[in-house]
């Protein structure tokens, strides 16, 4: 029946133990109902997610139920922009909803020089973009592919795990119109949202408060977690409906003058990185775990690139040298990648409040030279060291990497590869895997990979001292020399 669950789906938790969402039946029919009736259906999707997020759902059903066809794509393929495009193009996909991070590398990717057919492909066949799992920042390379983009929309849904797609904003035409920030939208059909303040009153319009969601999009609950969920899913005081709740979000938005809601922030230590939903108490909790800890706090920071990290502060009576790499060795045991932090500052005591609480503005920035590492720092011997040192330098946002470094310990992680190996294809002109980096995480590694496939090292020597050459030169220019001289070598 509607109300028999749908699914359940795993959650990260602030104790260290995930939740599991049971979401019903009635809600996802009416996220697929309010689909076919607001946008794209019947078409060549791309099912981009994978069956551990429950945009993955929306995309099956959506395209099943409306007669489209469905294309799949491998991990790998997830996770290189490259390929992504190319599979895009020659798969003629009319539709995707992609996390925010993937839509800007693939927005970037579409200037790549061994990527030219997407373009074109692009214009012919993609109607339909839709974006999730963070907030949605509207760069440079979002508006240039969406004015070539004649006949695509842009759109931007929002919605925890606990409701699945809650609000939908559909943006303009005219994409030097689009704001930084876009709003969120305003609530799908059978789904409410109240705004407000920590009194429990409605917030007048423009006033910060927290966001409650009521309707049909709810689900039951967490699995087996009765006290978990009546503290998030209460009962709710504005409707007459006997036994209707609203959802707790946690996140802070406000209304804008045409109705649309604007997303603010978080009121807790939850974040979003990457897409991926984050509890930070469990990082803390995992940490905590090691007998040399007195004291943890991890947070999120951006770099001088505006990405999302993780940073831990720790207060130990242990050196920092001796522990570091324990503490990832222990987070890879019990915690996915993308939660394991990028920076370890290790601390004498936590800056406090005055209250006594930890005062988080006042931790101090991560030393990005290189994170502490367990192995000893060994510099590039040879110029195709150098330059792809230099590339996983500024990709990492570090400013000293050796060629026995792990690019992953260095906080790098899948979308980040996917760069990485970019810059690798345009200097070395080749098709260097993405999986590549994945098996061979070191500058030496890597070197080692692209020798393989132009079969010595001596050619790759000669190919990276012709691109050291060439760097005065303007681009384009200089891939069109490097090109020759590399012909020349491999003839």
Known sequence: TLDNIAYVIYTSGSTGKPKGIGLPQRSLVNLLQWHFSSLLSGVRTLQFASLSFDASFHEIFATWGSGGTLFITSETLRMDAVGLGRFLWERAIEKIILPVVVLHLLAESVGEPDIAPLHIGLLNTLREITTTGEQLQITQPIIKLFKSLEHCSLHNHYGPSETHVVTASSLGQNPDEWSFYPPIGQPIANTQTYIVDRQFNIVPLGVTGELYIGGVSLAQGYLNRPDLTAEKFIPNPFSKEPGARLFKTGDLVRYLPNANIEYVGR???????????????????????????????????????????????????????????????????????????????????????????????????????????????????????????????????????????????????????????????????????????????????????????????????????????LEQIPTEEAEKILLNEKLDIKG
Not at 438 to 449: M, N, Q, R, W, Y
């Open 267 to 469: 009121i807790d230590h939850q974040v979003k990185i990457r897409g991926f939903r984050i509890e930070l108490g469990e990082i803390e909790a995992v940490l905590s775990q090691h007998q040399a800890i007195k004291e943890v706090v991890v947070i999120d920071k951006k770099d001088e690139a505006g990405n999302k990290r993780l940073v831990a502060y720790v207060v130990s009576d242990q050196e920092s040298t001796s522990i570091s790499g324990e503490l990832r060795s222990l987070l890879d045991e019990k915690l996915p990648s993308y939660m394991v932090p990028s920076a370890f500052v290790f601390l004498e005591k936590l800056p406090l409040t005055s209250n006594g609480k930890v005062d988080r503005r006042a931790l101090p920035v991560p030393d990005l030279t290189r994170p502490e590492l367990l192995r000893t720092f060994v510099a590039p011997r040879t110029t195709a060291e150098e330059i792809v040192a230099e590339i996983c330098k500024q990709v990492l946002g570090i400013e000293k990497i050796g060629i026995h470094d792990n690019f992953f310990e260095l906080g790098g992680h899948s979308l980040m590869t996917t760069q990485v190996i970019s810059r690798i294809r345009q200097v070395f002109q080749i098709e260097l895997p993405i999986r590549s980096l994945f098996k061979s995480p070191t500058i030496e590694g890597l070197v080692d990979a692209i020798a393989q496939i132009w079969g010595t090292h001596e050619v790759v020597e000669e190919i990276a001292r012709t691109w050291k050459e």
